[in-house]
């Protein structure tokens, strides 16, 4: 697991108010919490709290109603403004294109081609998003206990790998144009086309920006178009320069342009995919206060086993094992709902597992949180190449 947050690494020496020495992590056989055991947007069950008997462990599964229901909601509600944001945006953009594309071809403007390129990647990736969220609603099965929610990420893949495809395309009809001879860009029907991409992409832009925070669909969807917008600009320019100056080469010049653009759009778009599909720690969730807010509850010794993960957008799921105090009287009931408490409404949890421990035995101490922050530490300190050795098995 990794863990994205930028405070936690500063914070691991600070982290003293429990001795972990004291505790004896010889033999303990603790399972790891499959991802698809727990928590469904319908599957609503109440908290659990059982007393330890002849060594069985108290185990606390959490999707508490009040918490989930509400998050269901407005979860469904996000859902509601992101598809009808997504359909605008998919009919101006995909009209648009139609207009490009035979723009393009009757003035011969590469420039041009390639701006419509980058709408139809707009368009599908907006169509996709659209798919993913219908393919989403399905229920879910004992052969998919999450359901079909992950087809939003795979379809923000799919849009990201289209995107470098159509920038090696622009690329290469770039560096042709510039050693071909007798090709003529009439600069005129060009330039009216770009302002009118320029004015549905701002439009576009528009629509889409709220629903960019809540999904990485719409996040995609709105850099691209972003990035479409300053394409659409470049188009105007290179027209501008052919005009005023007969400067062919700008056409090729802007396209090539216009295709480091898309790259640098589609880059964040994929780093957020893969973090997802490698289950990495969500970068709103600092999990090292996560669990020194836990621990600082009375009875709580040690969180341990502890995973956080991304299902979809808006949603995230957290496990963890917890010992307690074997000394403590009080309620183990009130305790589970004040950790509860704590991950729904203090970091936006909402699937989450905690099994409460009274003893821990051979627990690996690479599954707790401060030996966690401590190797997102070196990996900081190593820099991108000296970092690369953790992905090796055993480092």
């Known amino acids: 697991m990794s863990s994205s947050s930028g405070s936690a690494a500063g914070a691991g020496d600070a982290h003293d108010h429990h001795d972990h020495d004291e ?13 698809e055991a727990h928590a469904h947007d319908e599957h609503d069950h109440d908290d659990h709290g059982h007393d330890d008997h002849e060594g069985h462990d108290h185990h606390g599964h959490l999707d508490h109603e009040d918490h989930h229901g509400h998050a269901h909601d407005h979860s469904h509600e996000l859902r509601g403004l992101s598809r009808r944001s997504l359909t605008f945006a998919l009919v101006l953009i995909a009209g648009y294109m139609v207009a490009e594309i035979v723009g393009g071809i009757l003035s011969g403007s590469l420039a041009l081609l390639a701006d419509a390129g980058h709408m139809a990647t707009d368009a599908a990736a907006i169509g996709l998003a659209l798919l993913a969220m219908w393919i989403a609603e399905r229920a879910a099965s004992a052969e998919r206990t999450f359901g079909f929610y992950r087809t939003e990420i795979l379809a923000a893949l799919l849009n990201a790998v289209a995107l470098w495809l159509i920038v090696a395309w622009i690329c290469f009809e770039a560096y042709h144009r510039f050693f071909q001879e007798g090709t003529h860009v009439d600069g005129w029907p060009v ?15 528009f629509i889409l920006h709220r629903s960019s925070e809540h999904s990485l669909n719409a996040e995609g969807a709105f850099q691209h178009v972003m990035a479409d917008l300053l394409g659409s600009v470049g188009v105007v320019i290179s027209s501008v320069l052919i005009i005023t100056m007969g400067w062919q080469v700008a056409d090729p010049i802007i396209s090539i342009v216009i295709g480091l653009l898309i790259l640098v759009s589609s880059w964040g778009l994929m780093t957020s995919v893969v973090h997802v599909l490698l289950e990495g720690t969500p970068e709103h969730i600092d999990v090292y206060r996560l669990c020194s807010d836990l621990e600082d509850l009375p009875g709580v010794t040690i969180v341990h086993d502890v995973h956080v993960w991304t299902i979809t957008s808006q949603s995230d799921a957290f496990t963890a094992h917890v010992l307690i105090d074997p000394g403590f009287d009080g309620d183990k009931d009130e305790l589970l709902t004040s950790m509860k408490n704590i991950v729904h409404e203090e970091f936006g949890i909402s699937h989450v597992t905690i099994q409460m421990e009274e003893s821990v035995r051979g627990c690996d101490e690479n599954h707790h949180v401060d030996h966690l922050v401590q190797r997102t530490r070196l990996v900081r300190e190593r820099g991108t190449w000296g970092s690369l050795r953790f992905l090796l098995p055993g480092t």
Do not use: S, T, Y
């Open 23 to 35: 505790h004896d992590h010889d033999a303990h056989d603790h399972d790891e919490h499959g991802h």
């Open 191 to 205: 330039l009216w086309v770009g302002l009118g991409g320029l004015a549905v992409n701002i439009a576009a832009a």
